[in-house]
């Protein structure tokens, strides 16, 4: 096994390091796969904007390695292949993999209480393991989420893992019971990174690096740490859609890592994915980064440890994207070819997904679809009883509306999705496999029974249209406070409009969602909760990644 680990790090080193300039200049690939690449990224190719590189290989073998745009254009520098970007989530990898060799080594068990290495994790009476945090079925708040519920976001104020555990520490509830329903928190892998570093006695940065980076010949690959460091040859990262006239730079100023903040290059991306592909670290090890969640309800998920296991153009893919801040990062796995796509871009414009997809396309066979698949049926009903299914829904996890209307002829999900009628009961979401089944409870509306592949997770209550402005409001008006996020908010009535105002100078416009509920705009949800006597006590506050927030009228 030794021997054939030194094999793969030559022949690892021999194709991403020891000759990059000879690599970036040749293209393996067919001119035809060059043009299209080109085309691919025609809008970023110039020097007026920032762009993307671009890698691609095959059994270990680059295939092409392009750049376009600029990585700085207030010194103007060209991308090249061998820039360095920064890769988002794309960066939870390298954590699930530490976790993993840890694991095989030994040193914790994935099935293990994360409260016996982080004690700090509040005690919610219910067991989270590693494993919920791998897989993002833990249910813990994204801590960034929390931190921006006061104004200081990831963006505002730089944080380090103190500040993770700080605010960790102060959750007193939930997202999710551990694993109910997926949902991705960053919390999880910074917790990980953490805990890296107390199992190992080392930094999780020097850890990384020692087993993974080094023996794979990653050097322009390193952990962003620390914010300010000098690290040459870095992109900086902007604001912006292509054909703008100005950008502007939009780059980290936190040293929390793990979740994202990894620094490196498409060449370095494909050497990591060859050592995945050629069982560098072994078979066992392959097994559990691929291994799929499975939730209580015995569905399982396709996100596994830090990869997704899915379809692409009629391929099974191991992938992942990434953003943070101006960076926007795609890895990709076509296993069945032994196919790998990396892509770093530097601007926010620049859609991850859809670019490295289009790439993934040029060099995969078009395969025939798969006409096994059975006719998704369509019943007949009349109008008058398909409006019956109009109205407004909310997840009583997080109050997040639901509205089913009636637009030119049909059921609409939200304003835009289809709804197909399949039964007297059910329809399907679009051209997904979602069910939502209309439930009968014995209230004035149904509720709906949300089915996912064939299991049934979560009931969406009804409820009453928001009411026109009245006098009422005012009963709203007061100041409320949350010492999970640390933070007040004032609420007043302000002509016929609720605002709310947050500590220096922020306003946000309440506007009507349902009954008692309002959408603040550039913040979050606002549900204010009555007691016995009909007068207002609190509200609660719920966001993308953090669920039912409690501000307490004072």
């Known amino acids: 096994m030794a021997s054939f680990k030194i094999l793969l790090i030559n022949l690892i080193g021999l194709l991403f390091l020891f000759a990059p300039l000879d690599l970036f200049s040749q293209t393996y690939a067919d001119s035809s796969a060059v043009a299209q690449l080109d085309s691919i990224f025609s809008d970023w190719d110039s020097e007026t904007n920032p762009g993307c590189a671009v890698g691609v290989s095959q059994e270990g073998r680059p295939l092409v390695m392009r750049a376009y745009g600029m990585a700085d254009l207030e010194n103007p520098t060209p991308n090249t292949p061998s820039t360095i970007f920064?890769?988002?989530?794309?960066?939870?990898?390298?954590?699930?993999a530490s976790m993993i060799l840890l694991a095989l080594e030994g040193e914790i068990s994935l099935e293990g209480d994360v409260r016996e290495i982080i004690p700090e994790l509040p005690d919610y009476g219910e067991?989270?393991?590693?494993?919920?945090?791998?897989?993002?079925?833990?249910?813990?708040r994204d801590w960034g989420s929390v931190a921006s519920i006061s104004g200081w976001g990831r963006s505002n104020r730089t944080h380090n893992h103190d500040h993770v555990l700080d605010i960790v520490s102060r959750q007193s509830r939930l997202n999710l019971p551990p694993g109910e329903r997926y949902s991705y928190s960053n919390t999880g892998y910074n917790l990980m990174a953490i805990a890296i570093e107390r199992i190992t006695g080392e930094p999780f940065a020097d850890y990384s690096n020692s087993e993974i980076f080094e023996p794979l010949g990653m050097t322009s690959t390193q952990w962003r740490d620390d914010y300010t460091r000098i690290v040459k040859g870095r992109s900086s990262a902007y604001s912006g859609q292509a054909g703008d006239e100005e950008y502007t730079i939009n780059r980290p100023i936190e040293n929390v890592h793990g979740n994202g903040g990894l620094l490196t290059t498409v060449g370095d991306l494909l050497a990591w994915t060859y050592a995945i592909q050629s069982g560098y670290f072994g078979e066992e090890f392959h097994q559990e980064l691929i291994k799929q969640g499975v939730l209580e309800s015995g569905r399982t998920i396709s996100y596994a440890s830090a990869v997704r296991v899915?379809?692409?153009?009629?391929?099974?893919?191991?992938t992942h994207t990434g953003a943070t801040s101006g960076y926007r990062a795609y890895l990709s796995i076509y296993p069945e070819v032994d196919l790998s796509v990396a892509l770093l871009c530097n601007v926010t414009g620049a859609s991850p997904g859809s670019l490295g997809s289009a790439v993934s396309e040029v060099f995969l066979e078009e395969r025939d679809a798969d006409e096994t698949q059975p006719?998704?049926?369509?019943?007949?009903?009349?109008?008058?009883?398909?409006?019956?299914?109009?109205?407004?829904?909310?997840?009583?996890?997080?109050?997040?509306?639901?509205?089913?209307?009636?637009?030119?002829g049909e059921l609409r999900l939200n304003g835009n999705t289809t709804l197909h009628p399949i039964s007297g009961t059910e329809v399907r979401v679009g051209s997904s496999e979602t069910l939502y089944r209309f439930v009968d409870r014995g209230d004035d509306h149904p509720h709906i029974q949300v089915v996912r592949e064939g299991f049934e997770e979560e009931v969406l209550n009804p409820e009453n249209s928001a009411e026109e402005f009245d006098e009422s409001w005012t009963d709203f008006a007061g100041i409320y406070a949350s010492p999970d996020?640390?933070?007040?908010?004032?609420?007043?009535l302000k002509g016929d409009q609720l605002v709310a105002y947050r500590r220096p100078a922020e306003m946000f416009e309440l506007e009507p969602v349902y009954e008692?509920?309002?959408?603040?705009q550039g913040w979050g949800l606002v549900r204010f909760v009555m007691d016995e006597n009909d007068e207002v006590n609190e509200f609660i506050y719920s966001s993308g990644r953090v669920y039912d927030l409690r501000f307490e009228r004072k």
């Open 485 to 492: 996020a640390e933070t007040e908010v004032r609420i007043e």
């Open 375 to 408: 006719e998704k049926g369509i019943v007949q009903r009349s109008d008058e009883q398909l409006k019956e299914w109009t109205g407004i829904w909310s997840d009583p996890r997080n109050y997040r509306a639901t509205e089913i209307t009636w637009e030119d």
């Open 86 to 96: 920064e890769a988002g989530s794309v960066s939870k990898q390298f954590v699930s």
């Open 516 to 520: 008692n509920t309002y959408l603040a």
């Open 310 to 318: 899915d379809e692409d153009h009629g391929y099974r893919q191991i």
């Open 127 to 140: 067991t989270i393991t590693w494993r919920h945090l791998l897989n993002h079925t833990s249910g813990l």
